[in-house]
Nanobody
Framework: QVQLVESGGGLVQPGGSLRLSCAAS????????MGWYRQAPGKQRELVAT???????NYQDSVKGRFTISRDNAKNTVYLEMNSLKPEDTAVYFC??????????WGKGTLVTVSL
């Protein structure tokens, strides 16, 4: 089992920045890729960014150039640096981890609100 705990969400004005963190614990040796997803009110959960153990990253087109995903393997933590935030980035952001057996784990989410 893998446990994921997100932190760093909050209220920010348009154009502002936030950094989300996701700390993993449990069977972390089995984790291959980690990532961030988000779910806005009334919408489906969507991929934001992913990163493999080797550091290969993938981003949703709408966040390319604004968001950066990174991973500290020594701290078992993945980060999402979000810059130039827009109101449409408002959502609950979920951390995700996948293990070698393709089992998927989710955190409980952290709310990001972009508003004046």
């Amino acid at each position: 089992q893998v446990q994921l705990v997100e932190s760093g969400g909050g209220l920010v004005q348009p154009g502002g920045s936030l950094r989300l963190s996701c700390a993993a614990s449990g069977s972390i040796f089995s984790i291959t890729a980690m990532g961030w997803y988000r779910q806005a009110p009334g919408k489906q959960r969507e991929l934001v960014a992913t990163i493999t153990g080797g550091g290969i990253t993938n981003y949703q087109d709408s966040v390319k150039g604004r968001f950066t995903i990174s991973r500290d393997n020594a701290k078992n933590t993945v980060y999402l640096e979000m810059n130039s935030l827009k109101p449409e980035d408002t959502a609950v952001y979920f951390c995700n981890a996948r293990n070698r057996n393709n089992m998927v784990y989710w955190g409980k989410g952290t709310l990001v609100t972009v508003s004046l």
